[in-house]
């Protein structure tokens, strides 16, 4: 299998919005649950969100993230996305998609495989 990869991080002021991208370059993940996950300096990984094989279910991180950022993929670009709105301080990390190998309504990292190498999101305060 051939690792997914990240894009679209970068520095961006307080309030704003990035959309993240997560290409699948093997074309093997298509029929699979999909999501994102975060890890700040000093803390563990956590989860943001995942998105099933076809983008019709979404589950989300208990209120940290909810209304705010917003999972989709397009499985004819062979990527998935993560739109982040109103972006705060303590969303500044490294942002990691990776392949859940069953249900979507599972948050740990350990549930997941064949992450990609992330891609860093800065908030300016």
């Known amino acids: 299998q051939v690792q997914p990869v990240e894009s679209g991080g970068g520095l961006v002021q307080a309030g704003g919005s990035l959309r993240l991208s997560c290409a699948d370059p093997?074309?093997?993940?298509?029929?699979?649950?999909m999501g994102w996950f975060r890890q700040a300096p000093g803390k563990e990984r956590e989860f943001v969100a995942s998105?099933?094989?076809?983008?019709?279910?979404?589950?989300y991180a208990d209120s940290a993230v909810k209304g705010r950022f917003t999972i989709s993929r397009d499985n004819t670009k062979n990527t998935m996305y993560l739109q982040m709105n109103s972006l705060k301080p303590e969303d500044t990390a490294v942002y990691y998609c990776a392949v859940r190998l069953g249900s979507i309504y599972y948050a740990r990292a350990d549930g997941y495989a064949y992450w990609g190498r992330g891609t860093q999101v800065t908030v300016s305060s």
């Open positions: 998105i099933s094989w076809n983008g019709d279910i979404t589950f």
């Open positions: 093997g074309r093997s993940f298509s029929t699979y649950p």
